[in-house]
């Protein structure tokens, strides 16, 4: 079960801790009579990329400082240029590994940062996903309503149907986890899981199913308005509905998502100096250029398909990357020296040096040297005892001897034999 209880697996601690701050969030801005989830989304964005940021500003400084010795890069390239043997393509790698050796970065710089926030970016995306499953307070709200849809006879093949009949994808996997289990193993959580879910006009359908059940009706209709203006944004847009491809003021949220995600995108390119000529690198270009248009596409269409609240999410986390973006193509652009940061790169570079430190990316290439060794050796080994299967000397007649007891011996004397009965039947 994924949802109230408890995200499991890798991202389970991390969802946790970024449960505890936005419901620390949303208590602060209750405590001065905010509540509103909207504004709850925005302020916690804005803390998890503050809490992201000096990941950010590494990964980005080592970018820069890749971006500035690229001359020394294209030049090892073009020496290179066409020569595709092993011995050729070994010196180009080693005299590029020299040069992120001596500026002390790599090119793969950015890379395992990257794969350490991939955790915490998907534990946000958990979180905001079912706010209830992390804020206490708004938990309570659904708590009622859980209580009397499982006291209605048939209520999991109820929310099940009405599930599949409103095409509400986002709470499949809570319905399908619900439908498994024995009905007296539900929970409450099982239930908030589903129901969550609903937009203001799925819940209005939904209690017309209920019309005869009054204790439901009632508590649907106390609790749900008070959800509904949790859930207000700005322009009457609910965060807890879709946008869909209707034209509505909510078609803001994907519209922003998709341009400060393009906006982030082209900012962050670099210009760098590249070999036209080589496939690779054109390669590497053309990716890159594609991924400029292709990702704001993509965030347009799931901001679209998936709740509000989800889209505000992507929208502030683009809006925030292109603004800091903004600020660091500043610093290192205009206002760094950046001589001086390459100078101290060289100098920490010559230190880690002495202490022997090493990048990741020489650990791999050390790792690949290694086993070209042991290939090596291997074969140098197999060499020596095939010579023990052969010719130990030879007389002044060239003719052949062999190590007493090896197996060319044998398969001498065997030979030899053949030979002999051939001759005398001849």
């Known amino acids: 079960m994924v949802f109230l209880t408890a995200q499991g697996g890798i991202l389970g601690p991390f969802c946790w801790l970024l449960g505890k701050i936005l419901n620390l969030i949303y208590e602060g801005l209750s405590a001065i009579g905010i509540n509103n989830l909207a504004l709850c989304i925005i302020v916690f964005t804005i803390v998890v990329k503050l809490i992201l940021l000096p990941f950010t500003l590494k990964q980005q400084k080592g970018a820069k400082i890749n971006q500035y010795i690229q001359p020394e890069l294209l030049k090892i390239q073009k020496k290179y240029k066409n020569k595709t043997d092993q011995d050729s393509m070994l010196k180009q790698q080693q005299e590029t590994q020299e040069v992120y050796r001596k500026y002390g970065t790599s090119m ?83 239930v908030i899981d589903v129901i969550s879910q609903f937009s203001m006009t799925q819940w209005e359908t939904f209690e017309k199913l209920f019309t005869n059940n009054t204790d439901l009706v009632n508590i649907i209709s106390t609790n749900v308005p008070q959800i509904n203006d949790l859930n207000q944004f ?5 965060i807890s509905e879709a946008p869909g491809w209707k034209l509505s003021w909510a078609l803001i949220i994907p519209i922003s998502a998709a341009l400060f995600q393009f906006l982030s995108s082209k900012v962050m390119q670099t210009p760098q100096q590249t070999d036209t000529s080589d496939p690779t690198a054109a390669q590497s270009a053309a990716m890159m250029k594609s991924m400029t248009y292709t990702m704001p596409i993509m965030s347009l269409f799931f901001c679209v398909t998936l709740p509000a609240g989800i889209g505000l999410y992507w929208t502030m986390s683009a809006l925030i990357s292109f603004l800091i973006q903004l600020g660091i193509n500043l610093y290192y652009d205009k206002i760094a020296d950046m001589d001086k940061i390459l100078e101290k790169q060289m100098e920490k570079a010559k230190k880690s040096k002495k202490k022997n430190r090493k990048s990741f990316m020489e650990k791999m290439m050390e790792a690949a040297g290694a086993a070209e060794e042991t290939n090596s050796s291997t074969n140098s080994v197999a060499g020596t005892n095939l010579k023990n299967y052969s010719s130990t000397s030879s007389d002044n007649n060239g003719s052949v001897g062999y190590r007493k007891g090896s197996i060319a011996s044998k398969a001498n004397i065997m030979q030899q034999y053949n030979t002999n009965q051939k001759n005398k039947e001849e």
């Open 234 to 238: 700005i322009l009457g847009i609910n």
């Open 108 to 190: 793969t710089n950015g890379c395992l940062l990257s794969f350490i926030q991939l955790p915490i970016i998907y534990a946000l995306y958990r979180v905001i996903y079912n706010i209830p499953a992390y804020v206490p307070a708004i938990r309570e709200l659904y708590v009622p309503i859980a209580e009397q849809i499982r006291k209605v006879e048939g209520f999991a093949t109820t929310l099940s149907t009405f599930v599949t009949d409103n095409k509400i994808s986002t709470a499949g996997k809570a319905i399908k986890t619900l439908s498994n289990l024995d009905v007296n193993a539900v929970t409450d959580n099982n």
